[in-house]
């Protein structure tokens, strides 16, 4: 009879069944790293097009706020004209000259409101850009807290793939739940 009988000793039998349990882990933690690599590129994608729309309402704030600038620049030089043609009707006895004058600082006074209104326009946009951006970038905290989360939930997968250690697999789920509502937070509590 040539049958052959293989006995286990302890350590044969703990390195199989380290082959089988450790397979399956291995490949949980590859799905589940995967997965929330994607979930970290797409909150990555959401926190950096936030800031893009924050920026892009900012640099409309900024514009409104130059063209007020000009506009109240362009008032006071009105204003200034308005004070030298007053002065002038002072200094002269001219009657015709005195009514040129008047026409001149009523058109001055009347192109001053024109000025001051668009003036005020512009504050008024550059203020209303101002609150989009603010509105716009309201997620980004949370979006990055998310993302945060999400990479130590990574992080926390590697050292079980290298440790074994399923007590750390579940911190990784934990943290990774907890990008993941943090992701939900940043657009429901807007």
């Known amino acids: 009879m040539d049958e052959e009988f293989e006995v286990e000793g302890a350590h044969e039998h703990h390195i199989e069944h380290e082959a089988e349990h450790g397979v399956a882990l291995s490949q949980q933690i590859a799905i589940f790293t995967a997965i929330l690599a994607t979930l970290g590129a797409i909150v990555s994608y959401l926190g950096g097009h936030t800031q893009n729309n924050a920026l892009i309402f900012k640099n409309e704030a900024v514009l409104s706020r130059t063209k007020a600038s000009d506009q109240w620049a362009y008032y006071q030089a009105k204003g200034i004209k308005q004070e030298i043609a007053d002065e002038q009707i002072q200094s002269t006895t001219d009657p015709a000259r005195i009514e040129v004058l008047k026409a001149t600082i009523k058109r001055y006074a009347d192109e001053k409101e024109d000025?001051?209104?668009?003036?005020?326009?512009?504050?008024?946009?550059?203020?209303?850009?101002?609150?989009?951006?603010?509105?716009?970038?309201?997620?980004?905290?949370?979006?990055?807290?998310?993302m945060t989360l999400i990479q130590i939930g990574i992080s926390a997968a590697s050292i079980t793939a290298l440790t074994r250690k399923r007590w750390l697999f579940a911190l990784a789920a934990l943290s990774a739940a907890g990008g993941i509502v943090m992701w939900i937070l940043a657009f429901v509590l807007v």
């Open 115 to 146: 000025i001051k209104k668009q003036a005020l326009e512009f504050e008024k946009a550059s203020d209303e850009a101002n609150e989009q951006s603010e509105h716009a970038l309201h997620p980004h905290e949370k979006l990055a807290m998310a």
